[in-house]
């Protein structure tokens, strides 16, 4: 299996594993030490990852993907000057006519006439506050005018990864594992978060070894042994090409699930995720009809890809001691893997927009709190090393920034 991609550029490559097979990628001849990216297919058995030769890179490069369904391949990519980027929507499988999947209809009629519960029980996202998030309910409206696909997610347990609480570092303000904002000093237990992003396109790596970042919504953790988390992962790693000088580096992106400690990272394996691909999400705690309860005992997780029309809902019972509700955060996060924090995958700048937390009293807070809620503005350290920090854009808008690897 050969691919031509262009020097200097990030291309999707795909092949065909089986369906929901599990593969490992890594590359054949490398002249450092790497770990393999774990990277998943979907229903159709299409997989999907990125690879980028460096700007001077000439000749090809091979990787080997070492699959669960047995199989084993070689996948020589060769750097030609000229060519035009490898892009997901050139090799992505027709999602929407594949045979048993649930297609929900574009929302007809008044979109102010159902409530957030209604749609969500039909299978539409929450609805965001038109008058408190403009932007956020334009793009809503956008993603409900539209046909999506309902994605019965494949649920695969990463033993090596943990998407931990709040480790505090360098201060109050400082932190070994997270950089973000966290809603905290509340007296009714928050029972809501919502967020929308593009999944961060990776830049570079640290040659030889991986590199990883996770963006993700959730609820408890600053302050508390739980939270109850989703988003979106991106892992880089790099090698140099056995046959010359060339920096050759591999991307995986994913969406994952986590009610944290009582399971690792869950991924949504058959969900394809790609760089650039607008996110909207929602977690909550809520009883068995999914109706949002603090103390209704099972975490839901809404994950919806607004660019490719695919979405999952997913729900697992709490059974991580007690659910305390004393924070809601948006938060870029080096992930714990084999029980150590790794280096910070490159993601440049990226932001956050619909920031909303519901509390049991009914009432609503954006990042920035009020009242009694307090607004923690968190940066990620590294030895007292800056590596994430983040900063208010304006009331429904947050910027992450990253600094440095380690």
């Known amino acids: 299996m050969s691919f031509k991609v262009p020097p200097g550029a990030s291309s999707a490559l795909s092949f065909n594993a089986g369906p929901n097979a599990q593969c490992m990628i890594r590359a054949q001849n490398d002249k450092q030490s790497v770990e393999g990216l774990p990277v998943f ?21 091979k990787l080997v ?96 990864r943990y998407h931990a609480p709040l480790t505090i570092e360098n201060g109050a303000a400082g932190s070994s594992n997270w950089s973000g904002y966290s809603l905290v000093g509340n007296s009714s237990p928050f029972d ?64 994952w699930k986590e009610i944290c400690c009582q399971e690792p990272e869950v991924r949504f394996s058959n969900f394809t995720v790609n760089p650039g691909d607008e996110i909207n999400s929602y977690v909550w705690m809520g009883d068995s009809s999914g109706n949002t309860n603090a103390f209704g005992n099972i975490g839901y997780f809404w994950f919806e890809d607004v660019t490719t029309g695919q979405y999952a809902m997913v729900s697992t019972p709490f059974a991580s001691g007690v659910y305390s509700g004393n924070s809601a955060e948006w938060i870029m996060e080096r992930p714990t893997v084999n029980n150590s924090l790794p280096d910070l995958a490159n993601y440049s700048f990226v932001g956050m927009s619909n920031p909303w937390a519901h509390l049991a009293d009914n009432r609503w807070y954006g990042y920035t709190g009020g009242d009694e809620v307090r607004s923690q503005q968190l940066t990620m350290f590294n030895q007292g090393n800056p590596l994430s920090t983040v900063s208010p854009v304006d009331n429904d808008h947050m910027q992450f920034q990253w600094l440095a690897f380690h």
């Not at 297919?41 to 890179?57: Q, R």
């Not at 999947?101 to 008044?110: N, S």
């Open 65 to 160: 993907a070492s699959c669960s369904s047995g199989s084993s391949r070689t996948i020589e990519v060769e750097a030609v000057a000229g060519t035009k980027p490898l892009v997901y929507s050139q090799i992505a499988p027709d999602v929407q006519h594949s045979a048993g999947k649930h297609v929900r209809p574009a929302l007809a009629g008044d979109p102010m006439a159902l409530s957030s519960e209604e749609l969500m029980r039909r299978g539409y996202p929450a609805r965001p506050d038109r008058e408190k998030s403009p932007d956020e309910y334009t793009a809503w409206l956008r993603a409900v005018s539209k046909p999506a696909t309902q994605i019965q997610p494949k649920l695969v347990r990463m033993p090596s």
């Open 41 to 61: 297919a979907d229903d159709n058995g299409t997989t999907t990852f990125y690879v980028e030769p460096a700007a001077s890179a000439t000749g090809s490069a």
């Open 192 to 255: 809501f978060i919502s967020g929308h992003w593009s999944v961060p396109v990776t830049y570079g790596s640290q040659l030889g070894k991986a590199v990883y970042s996770a963006l993700w919504i959730g609820l408890d953790g600053y302050g508390s042994n739980n939270v109850v988390q989703d988003g979106t992962g991106q892992d880089v790693f790099s090698f140099v090409n056995g046959s010359g000088p060339d920096i050759w580096v591999v991307r995986a992106y994913y969406g």
